[in-house]
């Protein structure tokens, strides 16, 4: 296995799924010869060539209008676009084509085209750089939303994003690109899209989160074993739509109690979707409240109060000790 961090092994995946497929295309503005501003795309063009690595005009609704034309007429493109607020300009292109044609065709034509996007905060960006927007797309029927949470299961989650017959807006929460490494195999894997993973076993409470705020997830449930004595179940959803109720209702009808963790907004956030899920299934199941720590609801501060606005792990360790003690 190679130490990775989350920028290389998402280069790896783009990299195994064009060397596989010559139906693979990557677009975006300067994905080519400038390989990406996270350098994502590095060394792309080099190998396969410019009608393969697309270099773009800055217009995001051209961009995915053309990779769904792209994707109707057999290839499968990879559309990047550069970070998550720009992408209300295509918008429209995901919501009213590229999410409908499977039901507008009667199942005859699919879009299988990703949307890539670093997503979240946590670098220190300018406004429109650092929004969470999931939860937008998570609404839209049709579309598949996936975020990693670390360079191995980004590798996996995008080979199967690229595979799938339809769209998938695939997150890539950029405070985690250089953040960390850990052991990515030689051989190539994929994850089901729809499946959430338990990272962690636990008997006490369940702490639910994905993308960026896994760190501070993970962190708070050490803590809670160190300092309480308390053995916190980790779940890291992975995808956001389709959502692995099944995990998340297993894990909280076992500990009866939860948090549930994301930086996007509160208001119809996926916490709430999360919590409304539980209630549905295992409400009598339940010890307390479940508490959710996210980001709130105003745009995302600028550097000096963006780490305010994050969740971190005393927030997370906060939220768990005012449930178990309910």
Do not use: W
């Not at 937008?136 to 670390?150: D, E, N």
């Not at 590798?155 to 998938?168: G, N, Y």
């Not at 190539?188 to 702490?207: F, N, Y």
């Not at 297993?250 to 500990?255: A, V, Y």
Request: proline share 6%; charged share 25%; net charge negative.
């Amino acid at each position: 296995m190679a130490q990775m961090n989350m920028a290389e092994s998402i280069n790896l995946a783009l990299d195994e799924a064009m060397g596989r497929d010559k139906r693979v295309i990557v677009m975006g503005e300067d994905v080519g010869y400038d390989e990406g501003v996270f350098r994502i795309t590095k060394g792309l063009i080099a190998k396969y060539g410019d009608k393969r690595v697309i270099d773009t005009p800055l217009a995001e609704a051209g961009i995915i209008g053309t990779a769904i034309g792209m994707a109707l007429y057999g290839l499968r493109p990879v559309a990047e676009i550069q970070f998550a607020g720009f992408e209300y300009y295509a918008y429209h292109q995901l919501e009213m084509h590229a999410g409908r044609f499977r039901n507008r065709t009667r199942g005859k034509l699919t879009v299988p085209m990703v949307m890539r996007a670093p997503s979240g905060g946590g670098i220190r960006a300018i406004e429109h750089h650092s929004e969470s927007r999931e939860a937008i797309y998570a609404h839209s029927p049709g579309l598949k939303v996936v975020m990693p949470s670390g360079p191995r299961n980004a590798r996996a989650l995008l080979h199967a994003a690229i595979q799938d017959p339809d769209p998938v807006v695939y997150y890539e929460p950029k405070a985690l690109y250089r953040l960390f490494r850990e052991d990515v195999p030689e051989q190539i894997e994929t994850l089901p899209i729809g499946r959430a993973q338990v990272v962690k076993e636990g008997k006490d409470i369940t702490l639910i989160s994905y993308g960026a705020t896994m760190r501070a997830t993970l962190e708070a449930a050490e803590m809670l074993e160190e300092e309480d004595g308390v053995k916190a179940e980790v779940v890291d959803l992975l995808s956001i739509t389709p959502l692995d109720t099944q995990t998340i209702i297993e894990s909280t009808r076992k500990t009866g109690r939860a948090v549930v963790i994301h930086e996007g907004p509160r208001t119809c956030g996926l916490g709430a979707e999360v919590i409304a899920r539980i209630n549905e299934h295992v409400l009598l199941y339940l010890e307390a409240p479940i508490i959710r720590v996210t980001g709130y609801d105003v745009p995302i501060p600028y550097f000096a109060r963006e780490m305010a606005y994050l969740p971190d792990a005393d927030k997370v360790l906060n939220a768990a000790r005012q449930t178990l003690s309910f």
